[in-house]
């Protein structure tokens, strides 16, 4: 059975990104995969404090609960990641994560001396994230992030949904196409990695 990762990156339980990343959750569970869910906003993560402790073996030494998202990143097949925009980039939850994940860097590239062209993803990712704002370079800056983010970790970013215009909890709701359209990237997602 494929595993799939599901973050939710919002600071709202009920927020247009979780609603959407609910909807690519149950497409994937609907085409047989595994879904581990995640809500960073639970968690005691402490921000990445650049100690580099992670230079003897590629893992955090800050013991709080990035460690078992740490392994549940390096165990799945799938990632579906889902952040809101705040001034043009991710959440502050998402934030921390993306940081912590310095260690996978640090694994793969000073430790395994990995090089891009050598080394083919083993994951696939999506990356679902709305903005109030509509303006046209709104998800530019945040594409480029998810690309090397989630090459620190071998996965590609095989998807990403973007929704411009939406800002109140419960405004994703008018729009049941983008609800829809998440519900089949799930599905999408898990043919990817059959």
């Not at 497409?27 to 581990?36: K, N, Q, Y």
């Not at 402790?53 to 030494?61: L, M, Q």
């Not at 998807?159 to 983008?178: I, K, M, N």
């Amino acid at each position: 059975m494929t595993k799939i990762l599901a973050i939710y990156g919002s600071p709202r339980r009920k927020g247009n990104t979780a609603r959407l990343l609910q909807k690519a959750v149950a497409g994937a569970r609907e085409s047989g995969a595994r879904v581990v869910e995640v809500v960073l906003r639970d968690l005691k993560m402490s921000p990445c404090l650049e100690i580099y402790g992670c230079k003897k073996d590629g893992r955090c030494v800050i013991k709080d609960d990035f460690q078992n998202v740490y392994d549940q990143l390096l165990s799945c097949r799938g990632l579906i990641l889902a952040s809101p925009i705040f001034f043009y980039t991710v959440s502050s939850h998402t934030k921390i994560l993306m940081d912590r994940c310095q260690s996978l860097w640090v694994k793969k590239y000073w430790l395994e001396e990995a090089a891009r062209a050598e080394r083919p993803p083993v994951r696939k990712g999506l990356f679902i994230s709305v903005g109030a704002s509509k303006g046209k370079k709104l998800f530019d800056g945040v594409s480029l992030s998810m690309k090397y983010f989630f090459d620190t970790f071998d996965a590609e970013l095989w998807g990403t949904l973007f929704y411009r215009g939406l800002d109140l909890e419960g405004d994703v709701l008018a729009h049941p196409e983008y609800l829809k359209e998440a519900y089949q990237s799930g599905k999408d997602l898990v043919r990817a990695l059959t």
